[in-house]
């Protein structure tokens, strides 16, 4: 019996060890099939555009060049590297490209994810994980940027959260990661932020004659990188770049994906919180005290911007894995060589993506979203020769691929706190007059907002205004010849 025990562990083995693969194998998989919806965010174009921008003149940008009300100000694009792999790709293989890199990406990171928890938990609790950190993640999985950097923020906090499950310092090999990350997206900064906790954690968690030169070789390495995540163009603006979006105060709340949660419906994270506490208070699941902090981090982070759901998905599997594994029973125990069996597996999974990618994108064409990529509404605008566009925020990015000024778009650093909400508010008529004084300070000339806009409505009815353009998505009005700028124009229902 003991013998057929051991064998039965041995021969699954390999299986185990290929869970990972086949998780990612999955999710490349139905994210190509739905590579649309990874289209479905106005600011890929602009990304896509900058990207281009950076490969042709060899050069990172440092002003603004696109908008015709931020041009010449200061503007930093830490996202440079992952802008450059976006555009490349488009190059390469159209819309294609960026839909194959980031499901690609996104295949990378739960993949990587599933071996850092299955190295702790059993099969059944990393698909668990897995599962959940999906659902939550969902609505963010876009051809964007800080997809792109998910598998190095992944690979950086397993790293970091290993070397303190053993009491031991972090090697100083995972220095070149956080400086890739450095140069794929500002996110990088909670990267060298959790180098403190953890450290501390592991400290703690060790011997008292271990504790003060355990901690003295954390700190040494957070110095270090820090400093490894200075080398990209901008050095140590790249953590200021980050510090003036966070500072963005109401202007965040106007932007979907920076807005708090909203538990006015049910949704994926009211059913993990209250699942995950229900089943701690079930089992009596219990974690150091700073493991605890960092899940709180988490949570509030999640709670107060909806874009954090990543972090809380991705992250706090990670952070948890090794205290929960020794309360409810982890991973067998197995050897780390890979079998060939485990070899073949991975190189006809290979093949078979590449085989399957190459076969579906010959058949299918991928493009953005309808809805944020107003194609005839702008080829109507540039035949109008207008060159003081009042648009909507969203689409702001076709503006800039179209190679039109935009008032405003998904630079939101760019643009400051102020301007992006006096923008949002205008486009609602929160009050109108909002809307009348910035048609008047920046001597707008056009107007190309979505149909259903309020300001549409009233712009149709507007004194000195005429509607010349409109389809289900956008509405083009041009300011009447020789009517004069006025904050409190007369409303015209005739127009």
């Known amino acids: 019996m003991t013998i057929l025990t051991a064998d039965s562990r041995a021969l699954s083995s390999p299986r185990r060890r290929l869970l990972p ?69 488009t190059a390469l293989a159209g819309w294609a490209g960026p839909v194959v890199l980031s499901a690609g990406a996104l295949a990378l990171t739960f993949g990587l994810c599933a071996w850092f928890l299955g190295r702790r938990l059993s099969d059944s609790t990393t698909l668990v994980f897995v599962t959940v950190a999906i659902a939550l993640m969902a609505p963010h999985m876009l051809a964007r940027p800080h997809v792109l950097a998910m598998p190095v923020m992944v690979a950086w906090a397993g790293a970091l959260i290993a070397a303190a499950d053993r009491r031991e310092a972090p090697s100083l090999w995972l220095l070149p990661l956080i400086a890739l990350w450095a140069n794929l997206h500002g996110g990088f900064v909670l990267g060298i932020a959790l180098v403190a906790p953890l450290g501390l954690d592991a400290a703690l968690s060790a011997s008292p004659t271990r504790r003060l030169p355990l901690l003295l070789r954390w700190v040494l390495f957070g110095v270090l990188a820090l400093i490894a995540s200075c080398a990209n163009p901008y050095g140590w603006n790249a953590i200021l770049a980050s510090q003036r979006i966070l500072s963005l105060g109401q202007a965040l709340a106007t932007i979907t994906e920076w807005a708090p949660a909203d538990f006015s419906r049910i949704g994926a994270l009211e059913i993990t919180l209250l699942g995950g506490l229900g089943l701690a208070l079930l089992r009596g699941v219990t974690l150091p005290p700073l493991r605890i902090l960092m899940l709180l981090g988490l949570i509030h982070m999640a709670l107060s911007h909806a874009r954090n759901l990543e972090l809380l998905a991705l992250l706090a599997p990670l952070i948890i894995a090794a205290p929960l594994a020794r309360q409810i029973g982890g991973a067998e125990t197995r050897a780390d060589a890979a079998s060939r069996s485990a070899h073949g597996a991975v190189a ?148």
């Open 21 to 89: 693969l086949w998780i990612a194998t999955a999710v490349y998989a139905f994210l190509l099939i739905a590579g649309d919806r990874l289209l479905n965010d106005p600011d890929t174009l602009w990304q896509v555009t900058i990207g281009q921008w950076i490969i042709d003149n060899h050069a990172v940008p440092q002003v603004d060049v696109y908008s015709f009300t931020m041009a010449g100000q200061p503007w930093i694009s830490t996202q440079w590297l992952a802008q450059m792999l976006l555009a490349g790709s």
């Open 348 to 495: 006809a999974a290979m093949a078979l993506m590449i085989g399957g990618t190459l076969a579906f994108t010959s058949l299918h064409r991928f493009a953005p979203q309808r809805a944020n990529s107003p194609a005839a509404a702008v080829t109507e605008l540039k035949k109008l020769g207008a060159q003081r566009v009042f648009n909507d925020y969203d689409f702001g990015g076709y503006l800039i691929a179209s190679g039109v000024a935009p008032f405003i778009d998904g630079r939101t650093e760019l643009y400051g706190e102020q301007f992006v909400v006096e923008q949002n508010a205008a486009v609602r008529l929160r009050p109108p007059d909002k809307l009348f004084r910035m048609l008047d300070d920046y001597r707008i000339d056009a107007t190309l907002l979505r149909t259903g806009d309020a300001a549409t409505r009233l712009l149709d009815h507007l004194d000195g205004w005429r509607k010349v353009y409109a389809d289900d998505i956008a509405t083009i009005h041009v300011r009447k010849p020789g009517a004069a700028q006025a904050t409190e124009p007369k409303v015209d229902s005739t127009n």
